[in-house]
């Protein structure tokens, strides 16, 4: 009788503790928990904030000489980058090429959406024809060349890369050796670089996203350290501007200046701002189809670039 | 079951628990931090 009291307690601790535990667990992982949409959690961007032909839709809409029909290639990209090529289907694409289920195109659609990364491999795959997106990992070329596929980047426009901090971080401005030293792990507390005395979290992305290999580069093959105990600390993150400042609308978040120069459109459109990344059409050297040579002249004219323009990036013909 | 039994198990169970939590704790804000830089940074306490 003892023996089995003794066992109903232990079995009872343990629920107990287990319930206990969740408890903790839930309260220290809140912050991990989005809110947003179902859409947004699924593709990490409101689609449908920027669907083509859509009533009430943010697309960028641009008068256009050049009208697409026929064999219509079918286009892809990075998510700070969607909001580009949705325009470029609203400006040169007829309305029957989209087909969007709430959450995603659907397989026919001319437009579609998988981020860096799977963009990266359709191209190569040939499951799509033209992607829209920044500087590919050494992966993502590595894979191209394993498969016989060279890819050709046009530049089609510049962006700031920038780094962001949360709101109420008194840091306001680092400089490029600072942000190298966060990221390196010469300077792990906040007071090193003239902010409040906290531990350093510089956060990274998955490899092979378009903001990580730009991170990589901008180290120049400084390897870049994960501080331990850094998810106590005061985060540091990077990302692309028009991304921090249009599609993700969380607020709460600041972007800094980089050697003084805040990361505004006019600082990038001037050269000012330090760290500047292309944005690029991408496609299949060899790839010969009538629509994307139309579609990739279009692009540099002078449509094209107020394209680029209006939907909130900087061009490159200017 | 000894007395001192009892307490072993308990003490097991309890030290189990809390590593298996921290490893949780780890493990999912890490995924977050990757995935998610902006909202994380948002979501900060200062």
Redesign the interface.
């Known amino acids: 009788m003892r023996l089995w009291k003794q066992c109903v307690t232990l079995i009872l601790t343990a629920l107990l503790t287990v319930l206990f535990l969740l408890g903790i667990y839930t309260v220290f992982t809140k912050r991990c928990v989005d809110t947003g949409s179902e859409g947004l959690k699924a593709k990490s961007i409101e689609l449908a904030a920027y669907l083509p032909f859509e009533e009430g839709s943010q697309v960028a809409r641009v008068p256009s000489s050049l009208k697409l029909n026929g064999d219509l290639p079918i286009l892809d990209g990075a998510a700070a980058l969607y909001p580009i090529f949705a325009a470029v289907v609203q400006a040169t694409y007829p309305e029957d090429a989209v087909s969007f289920n709430g959450i995603d195109f659907d397989a026919d659609s001319a437009l579609q959406y998988r981020n860096t990364r799977g963009a990266y491999k359709a191209i190569v795959d040939g499951e799509v024809d033209l992607i829209f997106c920044v500087d590919p990992s050494e992966d993502q070329l590595a894979y191209a060349a394993d498969n016989g596929v060279e890819l050709v980047f046009l530049p089609i426009g510049r962006e700031a890369f920038v780094f962001l901090v949360n709101e109420q971080n008194p840091i306001e401005a680092l400089t490029q050796e600072q942000i190298r030293g966060i990221y390196s792990g010469r300077y792990t507390n906040w007071s090193q670089v003239g902010g409040a005395n906290r531990l350093i979290d510089p956060l990274q992305r998955n490899a092979g996203s378009g903001s990580q290999s730009q991170m990589e580069r901008f180290m120049g093959g400084e390897p870049m350290k994960k501080p331990l105990f850094g998810f106590l600390g005061g985060a540091i993150g990077f990302s692309f501007r028009f991304y921090v400042e249009a599609l993700v609308t969380y607020g709460g978040v600041k972007m800094i200046a980089v050697d003084g120069v805040e990361p505004s459109a006019e600082n990038v459109r001037s050269g000012a701002y330090p760290i500047v990344t292309n944005l690029y059409a991408v496609y299949r050297k060899g790839d010969d189809s009538p629509n994307l040579a139309l579609l990739l002249d279009w692009l540099l004219s002078e449509e094209g670039q107020a394209l680029v323009e209006a939907t909130g990036y900087v061009g490159v013909t200017k | 079951?000894s007395e001192k039994t009892?307490y072993r198990?308990?003490f097991a169970?309890?030290a189990v628990?809390?590593l298996?939590?921290a490893v949780?704790?780890?493990y999912?804000?890490?995924?977050?931090?990757?995935?998610?830089?902006?909202?994380?940074?948002?979501?900060?306490?200062?």
């Open positions: 079951m009892y198990i308990l169970i309890l628990g809390i298996c939590l949780l704790i780890w999912t804000a890490d995924c977050y931090r990757n995935g998610s830089i902006i909202s994380y940074i948002a979501r900060e306490r200062w």
